[in-house]
């Protein structure tokens, strides 16, 4: 699985825009980026993934560069409730990645009111 | 939505013992992990199983053994609990895929062995 580097904490204000860069400058034409985020004392939350194109579901907005080599999560209205690590994954097809998570050191995001 | 629950949120047992750590998920996902997570080791994976009765290694077994009976169930199991097994343990499943594999996790057991 290829590289990522993400900034090692960010402060987000209450309700709003909460933009999370990663890069992934090695990535190849066959893998995905994906976004999990850790509250505090909980398992880690799937949020978002995404190949070429960007992705929005309801928790998120993932927007990929078009060289993919560098991605941002956006997490629209941020809350309190947002506070949490954030890890960017770079993955490939079952069968090369071994099916495992492997994450980085990821983004401590702390929302403030 | 996607529940695995985990049998214990805290857990404290001696050294020596037997523990049994049990992983429920409730969307009949194939696949099923269990992974132990500590402070400036990130998440390290312990074994994996893909169907029932199926289990593989992953990076971390020494000390560990699992099974899974039933397509629901993956329990992991500590035969002899050691103090360097205290840690968080997280049981993950997603869903069989070729090209993309989200997992979905529980809210962990954080184990203290004495």
Known sequence: DAKTTQ???????????????CNHSTISGNEYVYWYRQI?????QYII??????????MASLIITEDRKSS?????????????????????????????????GGTRVLVKP | DVKVTQSSRYLVKRTGEKVFLECVQDMD??????????????????????????????????????SREKKERFS??????????????????????QFTDTQYFGPGTRLTVL
């Open chain 1, 7 to 21: 900034p090692t904490s960010m402060d987000c204000a209450e309700g709003r825009a909460a933009n999370l860069p």
């Open chain 1, 40 to 44: 505090h004392s909980q398992g880690p």
């Open chain 1, 49 to 58: 993934h995404g190949l070429k194109n960007n992705e929005t579901n309801e």
């Open chain 1, 72 to 104: 941002t999560l956006i997490l629209p209205h941020a809350t309190l409730r947002d506070t949490a690590v954030y890890y960017c994954i770079v993955r490939g097809a079952w069968e090369a990645a071994g099916n495992k998570l492997t994450f980085g």
């Open chain 2, 29 to 66: 996902h194939e696949n099923m992990f269990w992974y132990r997570q500590d402070p400036g080791l990130g998440l390290r994976l312990i074994y994996f199983s893909y169907d029932v009765k199926m289990k593989e290694k992953g990076d971390i077994p020494e000390g560990y053994s699992v």
């Open chain 2, 76 to 97: 992991l199991i500590l035969e002899s609990a050691s103090t360097n097994q205290t840690s968080m343990y997280l049981c993950a499943s997603s869903p069989p895929g």
